[in-house]
């Protein structure tokens, strides 16, 4: 086999157990308590794919894995998330990372965040009632939206500090380690 075949196959192969990671991942979203936090751990997995092949194979393994997560994973809210937001933005952080200007890369990231908010929670509505989806924020009232939204944003500002923590420790701790197995 050339050189390039056995790249070509070792891709294939990363990008089919990165997927399939993802998937096994995306089942714990069942439990209702983790229906938010599964599909950011989720896009983690896609994101490693970046640090060890390219950005290309990547994005090639959040298109599979929100395909097969669409067709397998009864949780709606959690598949939209993953499909609409955290399947691919670790990965977009790597091109937003290239604008010199902190605060022009936040507000950008900001921005995705709250366009795929809008995006998904158009669609949820479109598959659930609003009754159901604002469930537990009766307290609120008519500001529910409003406050989930709030809530929201106030998350991601929360998830994107630990996003850029959690890559470092990776590239630093765990992917050399990776990358000397894989030699």
């Known amino acids: 086999m050339s050189r ?3 790249q070509l196959a070792f891709n294939v192969a990363f ?3 990165a997927t399939a990671f993802a998937i096994i991942i995306m089942y714990l979203s069942l439990v209702p308590a983790f229906a938010y936090a599964v599909p950011a751990i989720a ?3 896609i994101w490693t794919v970046s640090e060890h092949m390219s950005v290309k194979w990547a994005y090639l393994c959040y298109a599979a894995a929100s395909l097969i997560c669409f067709m397998l994973i009864p949780e709606p809210e ?9 399947g691919y933005f670790p990965t977009l952080c790597i ?3 290239k604008i010199k200007s902190k605060v022009l ?3 950008i990231k900001l921005a995705v965040f709250n366009a795929a908010v809008v995006a998904a929670y158009n669609l949820t509505v479109l598959l659930l009632s609003a009754e159901e989806m604002l469930e537990g924020m009766e307290f609120f009232g008519e500001f529910a ?3 989930f939204w709030i809530l929201g944003n106030i998350a991601f500002v929360i998830y994107d ?11 630093q701790v765990i992917k050399p380690k990776i990358s000397s197995k894989l030699k």
């Open 145 to 147: 939206v409003y406050a």
């Open 105 to 107: 890369r936040f507000i």
């Open 95 to 97: 091109h937003l990372e």
């Open 161 to 171: 500090l630990s996003l850029g923590v959690i890559k470092k420790a990776y590239t």
């Open 15 to 17: 990008c089919g157990i």
């Open 43 to 45: 896009g983690m997995v």
């Open 4 to 6: 390039k075949t056995n």
């Open 78 to 86: 959690a598949n939209l998330f993953f499909i609409f937001f955290f």
